[in-house]
């Protein structure tokens, strides 16, 4: 069986919703059976997650998720604006949220739910950080800490850092480091 | 200063967009200085995500993603029903998946990407493989494939799984098994 075989075809699109942040549309398709169905699809402009080492310890981040009315403990984070490189992204995000600029090591690109979005994640580790804050979002409430790398993984396996892209990025970076 | 001075304060909802899978809502909030914004939030029923382990090899699964309009190699994993345990919903979908049925270990529930959806995933080890096939959604399409447990770190360095819950999944259950 080739690949092209499982591929869904448009037969038609209907925009739901145009935001600042995402794009909504319904898109009726053709499936391999040859039946149609719909999909929902949430269009983001992709995003960067940085693991800020400074040997011992991570600098992570606690915001106001009002997607989980709660806060959560993340790395640092954010959207990439347009036109913008994933590293610029990635040395803004670090020094809007931690004050902090650094050497980027690329740890991948991956999808945060390819079921109903095209966000895209590019995945940095930062060390060698030097103090360089630049002014934040005026409009983001943050407060930085420091997590020692050999607590991390009990916080994760006790629930304490409930973000996926976080987990993630830790992971990544504990593998790399690891050789 | 404590955690609630984070809070951001929900002052009136407007419908977007209720789909199949997921409800889209624009908030207008409450900002903890005193300004207002928007928020776009995604909800969604939230998710489980399987690594099933031969011992020698994860079983995974080759599928096409309308959203990355081509086909990525993931863990089995699928949407929760209304009112399904995740455990459930986690033997079910690894039955329609992969044919197969086995022992789940818990390695956590993590947000795919919280700064605009409220989906969560709950992943699971599932070991002690049998066969004992469920009728898939006669709507997908899979072909499930073999992944060596000594090759996978080397297939997500090349950037041959792009599914960010697959790459956590792999690394929580293969910390799991480490330890």
Redesign the interface.
């Known amino acids: 069986?080739k690949?092209s075989?499982?591929?869904?075809k448009c037969l038609s699109r209907k925009l739901?919703?145009k935001?600042?942040?995402?794009t909504?549309n319904?898109?009726t398709?053709l499936?391999?059976?040859g039946?149609t169905?719909?999909?929902?699809?949430?269009h983001?402009p992709g995003?960067v997650a940085v693991v800020p080492s400074t040997g011992n310890s991570i600098l992570m981040v606690?915001?106001?998720?009002?997607?989980?009315d709660r806060?959560?403990l993340?790395i640092p984070?954010g959207?990439i604006d347009p036109e913008e490189k994933p590293e610029i992204c990635a040395l803004r995000e670090l020094r809007e949220e931690t004050g902090y600029s650094g050497s980027l090591v690329f740890l991948?690109?991956?999808?945060?739910?390819?079921?109903?979005?095209?966000?895209v994640?590019h995945f940095y580790l930062a060390d060698n950080l030097k103090w360089s804050p630049l002014k934040t979002d005026?409009?983001e409430?943050?407060?930085v800490t420091s997590v020692p790398w050999d607590q991390v993984?009990d916080l994760?396996?006790m629930?304490k850092i409930?973000?996926?892209?976080s987990?993630?990025g830790i992971?990544?970076a504990k593998?790399k480091l690891a050789g």
Chains 1, 2 share one sequence.
């Open positions: 069986m690949d075989t499982l591929k869904e739901i919703y935001g600042k942040i995402i909504v319904y898109d398709v499936l391999p059976n039946k169905s719909g999909r929902e699809i949430v983001h995003a606690k915001q106001y998720r009002y997607a989980l806060e959560t993340e984070a959207k991948g690109s991956f999808y945060s739910s390819p079921g109903f979005t095209d966000e994640i005026e409009d409430f943050l407060r993984m994760i396996k629930g409930e973000d996926g892209k987990v993630l992971l990544l593998h």
